[in-house]
């Protein structure tokens, strides 16, 4: 491209007051003329911060891609965004991801920038990074911060699908309070996000999938000094992407989504992949709906045997060769020739790689687990969809008939589910309401509900459990999710009652309460709401905007893009 057409160029490559006022006040920082004199600029999109413990390594990693992007002749600016920790964010930071969507999309529209690099690590910061770019969709590439070392607890490798089952030993009385905390520091022993395949993993495994990171992005720790060098490389790469005008439009193509959702089912990946992918999508403008994402018949096995559906963690994941090893294994089922960030197809991304450990990454013909991926679910439950992820259930309880254990919200399940007196056996079927996008509101990731201490006892560690709520990526149990339309707004979730009898069948991809339409109705015509809508600011926004997870829980009014043009000047 020619330099004078830079987009940066309407900007600083202006005559008069207004070229003054855009270079003038960069110049105080230092900056010589000549770098704002055709060079491309490049934003780094940074999602530093120590309240997002997952990517308070992101200021060193920023200065990695400063180096590559001075090396091949651009210009870096680094630029904060909103950043959504996992752990701290009440009440889920997924009432956010949106929000700073938004943030990422005008931060890039409204400034002199060519390309940029997306900084993206904990959960949520990935998708709502990649949501926003795309919807100005200039050259993009993304940099995943990488995950934690493995932890080692008293001799054992420990992540974070272990919080659960420490919890569970905690609550029984098997693992001391002492030891619990102990436990705290052994986890988390290193920079970086969830050790395990959740929903980081996941969506740093979904960015290499489709093509918008360099090959192996996804699972190099944090700590591993080859992170640095892939920042590195990737800041040199975005400026020759700004040169070939690379947009993110020509990697993002239904091709591309399609891989990506075939590689989350040999991962394992996270049932939040289906909500982030199909709001992406929707913003690039690629046709992506829940049917798309049943992948559990598609003949896909399980081929990574990573935490929480298998055994190993994120660190043996690269060691065996990574997210490339895996994709050339799934050559067969892949649309090879779509283009990535490098420009060139994207099995050049695996073509030459190789296994070095099988047992964390199997065969096609030796698979770690022939069942994977996602099922969605059908019924009169869930008319518009339900998602279930069948390798981290509990096969005897994939095709399962129970009466259902109702909780109106997650107040009423926190105030009845160690109750001695509650109604409940190993057969029966939890029911959480009140936990979808509008209802909570947020859509936490509460789905997973902890199982009655009284049943624990009784040796029960998995149980039906139904909410329109999310699940951790690091979570695992027999948990039918995203149940849409959500209860708030009146779906049939909302109409089940205590006793009424609720049929499973993974199998068939159904999912249904036994009571006739006419049942349906009658009890729907005295429905009231019991969630409150907020009166202002974000949350009203959201509540009042955002779809259901069956369409990715995005606002209607962000679907689609604007663009990267900006016509009128501020002065
Ligand atoms: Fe940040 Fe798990 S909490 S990735
Ligand atoms: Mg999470």
Known sequence: MDNQKLRSQGWFGKRGKDGFIYRAWMKNQGIPGHELAGKPVIGICNTWSELTPCNAHFRELAESVKHGIYEAGGFPVEFPVMSLGETLIKPTAMLYRNLASMDVEESIRANPIDGVVLLCGCDKTTPSLVMG??????????????????????????????????????????????????????????????????????????????????????????????????????????????????????????????????VNAAIG??????????????????????????????????????????????????????????????????????????????????????CYNSDVIGTIEKPFNQIAGITVLRGNICENGAVLKPSAATPELMVHTGRAVVFEDIEDYKAKIDDPELDVDGNSVLVLKNCGPKGYPGMPEVGNMAIPTKLLEKGIHDMVRISDGRMSGTGFGTVVLHVSPEAAIGGTLAIIQNGDIIKLDVLAGTLNVDLTDEEIAERKSKWQPRHTVSSRGYVHLYQTHVEQAHLGADMDFLKGGSGSKVTRDSH
């Open 133 to 262: 770019a795309a919807s100005v969709n200039i050259p993009t590439i993304v940099v995943s911060g990488g995950p934690m070392l493995t932890g080692k607890f008293r001799g054992k490798d420990i992540g974070t699908s272990d919080v659960w089952r420490f919890s569970e030993d905690n609550r029984m009385g098997i693992m001391s309070d002492e030891e619990f905390l102990v436990a705290e520091a052994c986890m988390a022993r290193s920079r970086g996000h969830c050790a395990v395949m959740g929903t980081a993993s996941t969506m740093a495994c979904m960015v290499e999938s489709l093509g918008l990171s360099l090959a192996e992005n996804a699972a190099i720790p944090a700590a591993d000094s080859r992170r640095k060098a892939l920042a590195h490389m990737s800041g040199s790469r975005i400026v020759e992407m700004v040169r070939e005008d690379l947009k993110l439009s020509d990697v993002l193509t239904r091709q591309a989504f399609e891989n990506a959702i075939m």
């Open 269 to 354: 990946g996270s049932t939040n992949f289906i909500i982030h992918l199909l709001a992406i999508a929707a913003r690039i403008g690629v046709d992506l709906n829940m049917n798309d994402f049943d992948t559990s018949l598609k003949g896909i096995p399980l081929l990574a045997n990573l935490q929480p559906s298998g055994k190993y963690f994120m660190e043996d994941f690269y060691y065996a060769g990574g997210l490339p090893v895996l994709m050339k294994e799934l050559q067969q089922f892949l649309h090879n020739d779509t283009i990535t960030v490098s420009g060139k197809p994207i099995d050049k991304n695996y073509e030459n790689s190789i």
